[in-house]
């Protein structure tokens, strides 16, 4: 579904990422793990559009090239960025509107709140409260919903534990692998390896902008280089 060869990116003079490599399958859950600073959301954004790249960068089989993030929305790529990104001021119903806007309204749009709504009860209990009066874990869940309303078939996650508590951490990684398992194609990136490599197929280390190890969760989990700089002995 998702292809990166040779991809490069920069800020300015500054190269973030070098001959990053990466690929993922329709339906697979991956992640991307790494140090801080290491080009973890750099890629993310890459892939959104949200940077110019170099290389070769594919959904199905299509080059994005210089395609602009909205048209990347429609195609079927939804990013949930960092530290979540809601809008404080809007309600939560209004928030998850946001998310439906690249596609616009019709008959499916009910459908689509009530399949959020399942996936995350709190939010229709809250669907009249303001984004700021969410807790820290409730606005992760209100940004993974409103990037769903999109109706995306890759779904982008920029460190979804961050900042929680490890049983909401915990809480959040369980919606993710349901929605996973429902079909959803998943690409995260996560500094919680644990819980990162606990529910993806596949993993890639990331170090100072380029691809140092990729292979199987379940075979990452027990490397030695993965075990003693992210899990520890």
Not at 17 to 42: F, P, Y
Not at 128 to 155: K, N, T, V, Y
Request: glycine share 12%; hydrophobic share 45%.
């Amino acid at each position: 579904m998702l292809t990166c060869r040779n991809l490069g990116a920069a800020y300015g003079d500054i190269v973030a990422l070098r001959g990053i490599d990466l690929e993922v399958k329709a339906g697979e859950a991956v992640a991307l793990i790494g140090v801080n600073g290491a080009g973890k959301t750099t890629l993310l954004r890459a892939i959104s559009g949200l940077l110019p790249t170099t290389g070769e960068l594919s959904f199905d089989g299509r080059a994005l090239g210089a395609m602009p993030v909205q048209r990347r929305v429609r195609a079927g790529i939804a990013h949930v960025p960092e530290g979540r990104r809601i809008f404080p001021g809007l309600t939560v119903r209004e928030n998850l509107e946001v998310g439906a806007t690249v596609r616009g309204g019709g008959p499916q749009l009910r459908e689509d709140f009530e399949r959020v709504y399942d996936l995350f009860p709190r939010l229709k209990e809250r669907a009249g409260q303001l984004g700021w009066s969410l807790s820290g874990g409730e606005q992760q869940m209100l940004a993974i919903g409103r990037a769903l309303m999109a109706r995306p078939r890759l779904l982008l996650l920029d460190e979804p534990s961050l900042g929680l508590a490890p049983r909401l951490a915990e809480e959040v990684y369980a919606r993710i692998a349901h929605i996973n398992e429902g079909g959803m194609t998943v690409l995260l990136v996560e500094q919680n390896t644990v819980l990162a490599l606990g529910m993806a197929d596949r993993g890639y280390v990331i170090e100072n902008g380029s691809i140092v190890l990729a292979d199987t969760a379940e075979t990452l989990r027990h490397h030695p280089r993965v075990r003693d700089a992210y899990l520890g002995r």
